[in-house]
């Protein structure tokens, strides 16, 4: 029976981004402790990098609709990106201020 988890995107980006860091920090840490640290250091990076392999083939489901969100803001996206031709030359950028 698979277990089903409710998280933000947000959230799992920056649960991500701590067990990447913190593998890293121990792949430096690594070359400065003795052998005998260096094997626990070794076994715990060993689990975190399962666990962000585990996390980055999981499948991950959204309610969110992009296209949606596109198509009800459309007029919006096309009013704040449009060509602005200034002095012959053109370029893209906002037209309205917030």
């Not at 409710?6 to 890293?24: A, F, H, M, N, P």
Request: aromatic residues 6%.
């Amino acid at each position: 029976m698979a277990s089903t988890y409710v998280y933000t995107l947000g959230v799992v980006v920056e649960q991500v981004e701590q067990i990447e860091r913190s593998i890293k920090n121990m792949e430096q840490t690594m070359r400065h402790v003795s052998p005998a640290t260096v094997d626990v250091i070794r076994r715990n990076k060993s689990q975190l990098e399962a666990l962000l392999e585990r996390i980055m083939n999981a499948d991950v489901t959204s309610t969110f609709s992009l296209q949606a969100f596109i198509e009800v803001n459309k007029q919006c996206l096309q009013d704040c990106f449009s060509v602005d031709y200034t002095n012959r030359l053109s370029t893209i950028g906002r037209t309205r201020r917030q």
